[in-house]
């Protein structure tokens, strides 16, 4: 099982970026998903998360700018970021709550995490 994180890069202040994250292996049901960042010094800290029924929750720090989305058909996890500013600037990792079930068919239930995509916000 495995979550692969796409979408980062460098963009200007008031750029924009999309973040995707894909969840694949033996997956039986894709429950929370959401994403946290990094900043260089500082505590990993939420971002955005969003439930299998669709209800989202975001940090005040990105409440209006940043939108997150999932298409649960694709197990996969989106973030639209707009208007970023240089605090915006981290190490993005996805997460996600994962049922799985082993080749002998017994089910477990944990949280994974992706690998990591850097967004710089800077001129």
């Known amino acids: 099982v495995q979550l692969q994180a796409s979408g980062g890069g460098l963009v200007q202040p008031g750029g924009s970026l999309r973040l995707s994250c894909a969840a694949s292996?033996?997956?039986?049901?894709?429950?929370?998903m959401g994403w946290y960042r990094q900043a260089p010094g500082k505590q990993r800290e939420l971002v955005a998360t969003?439930?299998?029924?669709?209800?989202?929750n975001y940090a005040d720090s990105v409440k209006g700018r940043f939108s997150i989305s999932r298409d649960n058909a694709k197990n996969t996890v989106y973030l639209q970021m707009n208007s970023l500013k240089p605090e915006d600037t981290a190490v993005y990792y996805c997460?996600?709550?994962?049922?799985?079930?082993?080749?002998?068919?017994?089910?477990?239930?944990?949280?994974?995490w992706g690998q990591g995509t850097q967004v710089t916000v800077s001129s």
């Open positions: 997460n996600a709550d994962l049922t799985i079930y082993s080749t002998s068919g017994r089910f477990s239930r944990s949280a994974y």
């Open positions: 969003i439930t299998s029924g669709g209800s989202t």
């Open positions: 292996g033996r997956i039986f049901s894709v429950n929370d």
